[in-house]
């Protein structure tokens, strides 16, 4: 919901509306139904094992079931799709986040924001199984 709060409501749609889809698989035990068209030429993973849990309440999914379907019925207008950037070494299109481009192959470091978005967020959604390491990064950075 992070996206979406921020105003980036093409990746919450496509973010948000991957989690349902895994939620689905998971229920159904049947990681096969997952389409992937719209991760294929970026870095963010779709072949793996799913979990055997979700650790999102209900009442947050329901949110976000609701937000998804009211943007799926075009009561919005929002493109569907991941926000894309150019390459820095070969120009192509790739996934605005994308750390690896998927045509060169060329490597980007993360940005220092995302070092100071993604610690909350990772602390506020996980909780205590990952917030070791979210805490140790966070002293580092203090540090600096």
């Known amino acids: 919901m992070l996206w979406k709060s921020v105003g980036r409501l093409n990746t919450a749609f496509v973010l948000l509306n991957r989690y349902l889809d895994l939620v689905e698989a998971m229920e159904e035990g049947d990681g096969t139904v997952l389409e992937n068209a719209d991760f294929v030429d970026t870095d ?5 094992e799913l979990p055997e849990k ?46 690896v481009c998927q045509n060169c192959k060329a490597k980007k470091l993360p940005a220092r924001a995302t070092l100071e978005w993604w610690p909350p967020l990772m602390i506020g959604t996980h909780g205590s199984q990952n917030s070791r390491p979210v805490q140790s990064l966070r002293r580092h950075k203090r540090s600096n």
């Open 54 to 99: 979700d650790y999102v309440p209900e009442d947050q999914r329901e949110e976000v079931r609701d937000w998804v379907l009211i943007i799926s019925m075009d009561q919005q207008p929002v493109d569907q799709t991941l926000s894309t950037r150019p390459c820095d070494r070969c120009g192509s299109d790739i996934y605005e986040a994308s750390l």
């Open 44 to 48: 963010i993973p779709y072949d793996f």
